[in-house]
């Protein structure tokens, strides 16, 4: 089965840093300093991601009420807000999920417009990617594909995040990568790219935790 093999694949054993809950932890310390109440763990990874992302003041603002928004705008580094590649990495490739949960938590993401957009052209201009077993099976997960788009917004380790996401980019397609990573950025969806990072909050934190 498609989903249980790639599950499988993005389960891959625990971090060294740890399961994804001493990770959250990790970045609750950061991450609540800069806020006047506590947050659920859900809420730390949401702030965290759209902190790593391009325009992260814009996005806060579509993912979290209005005060704790803009307390963290006032923040001048966003990036120790942010997740870390390490805690990306230690978070996304010990994702574990059921294809149930995974379908109903991404379905409203998966069929948004411009989300759909990058969904074809990631597939058209990275096509020998995509020709690879390990790399196909996890880009038949949607929740993978919430993890690349969300991945390629990323301010720094763009690529290295993509790898993680869905097992590494071959060679031939690194440029194209970057054309696709240049174009999502360009004309930036604050919506899509807000609902994807809520989506894997979720994902990590069912029911908020």
């Not at 060294?16 to 609540?32: F, L």
């Not at 149930?100 to 417009?113: K, L, Q």
């Not at 990568?177 to 604050?190: F, G, Q, T």
Request: glycine share 6%; aromatic share 4%.
């Amino acid at each position: 089965m498609v989903v249980a093999d790639t599950i499988t694949y993005l389960a891959g054993g625990l971090s060294s840093m740890g399961t994804h809950r001493d990770i959250v932890k990790q970045i609750r310390g950061r991450v609540e300093k800069k806020v006047s109440r506590c947050l659920t763990d859900a809420e730390v990874l949401t702030i965290a991601l759209a902190a790593s992302c391009h325009a992260p003041v814009n996005l806060l603002e579509g993912v979290c009420n209005r005060q704790i928004a803009r307390e963290l705008s006032r923040d001048d580094n966003m990036k120790d807000t942010a997740v870390s590649l390490k805690e990306f990495q230690g978070l996304f490739s010990t994702l574990r999920t059921t294809g149930v949960r995974v379908e109903e938590c991404v379905s409203c993401t998966i069929e948004n417009h411009a989300f759909k957009k990058f969904v074809s052209s990631f597939e058209s201009d990275l096509k020998c990617t995509l020709m690879e077993r390990d790399q196909k099976l996890a880009w038949a997960v949607p929740a993978v594909r919430v993890l690349v788009y969300v991945a390629l917004h990323s301010e720094v380790d763009t690529e290295e995040r993509v790898n993680c996401s869905i097992g590494g980019v071959v060679r031939a397609d690194t440029r194209r990568l970057e054309d696709v990573r240049a174009s999502l950025e360009d004309a930036m969806d604050i919506y899509s790219l807000g609902a994807s990072v809520l989506t894997l909050s979720q994902l990590m934190c069912p029911g908020g935790q």
